[in-house]
């Protein structure tokens, strides 16, 4: 079985400065790890993913995230944050078997404000 | 805007009844899941389908069940409602390409069980 902790319920930040979301996961086998973002009355959209290859991984709207396979961890950040950011971010794993059964964690609500 | 369409987008039902939530995804996603994400919590996995074949299910029991079309729709559906049902359903399809498996998701359906 597999389990994903955001340990934070709410991140309030300001315009410009930088942000960083936690998640730690658990998991008996090798993961796949993703990031999602979800506006008010919106479905998902995926922000980020990682698969293999280099434990840095890039994303869209200027987000990136970083797989630390010793702490467990898959964090999400960004440098600078625009008042649009204000969203709802989960972190989700899979078992490498397959990228489409996820996990969810409870969610990070990032408030931007001026 | 990625393709995956959800119909209703909202519905109130009453406790007992039974309801059926539609999906249709891009021409070639032979993936379909669904997901349950109640409110304030993150998606929660109920099942997958795979070529009109359930391939997978999450910790839900048999009331819910579903369905997946040759024409890439499919149906979630919901017996015997219960008040803890009440939630934002959400589908997603998923295909293989160069960059592995990528999962879209829907906007998805908020049912209210009354």
């Known amino acids: 079985a597999q389990s994903v902790t955001q340990l934070d319920s709410q991140v309030p930040v300001f315009e410009e400065a930088p942000v960083e979301l936690r998640c730690n996961y658990s998991s008996s086998v090798s993961v796949y790890l993703f990031w999602y973002v979800q506006y008010p009355n919106q479905g998902l959209q995926l922000l980020l993913k990682y698969l293999s290859g280099s434990t840095l991984v890039k994303g869209i709207n200027g987000f990136e995230a970083e797989f630390n396979k010793s702490q467990t961890s898959f964090h999400l950040r960004k440098p600078s944050v625009h008042i649009s950011d204000t969203a709802e971010y989960f972190c989700a794993v899979s078992d490498t078997g397959t990228a489409s059964k996820l996990t969810f964690g409870t969610g990070t609500r990032l408030q931007v404000t001026l | 805007e990625t393709g995956v369409t959800q119909s209703p987008t909202h519905l109130i039902k009453t406790r007992g009844q039974q309801v059926t939530l539609r999906c249709s995804s891009q021409s070639g996603h032979n993936t379909v899941s669904w997901y349950q994400q109640a409110l304030g919590q993150g998606p929660q996995f109920i099942f997958q389908?795979?070529?009109?074949?359930?391939?997978g299910r999450g910790n839900f029991p048999p009331r819910f069940s579903g369905l997946q079309f040759p024409n890439y729709s499919s149906e979630l559906n919901v017996n015997a409602l219960e008040l803890d049902d009440s939630a934002l359903y959400l589908c997603a399809s998923s295909y293989v390409g160069l960059a592995g498996e990528t999962q879209y998701f829907g906007p998805g359906t908020r049912l209210l069980v009354l």
């Open positions: 389908y795979y070529r009109e074949e359930e391939n």
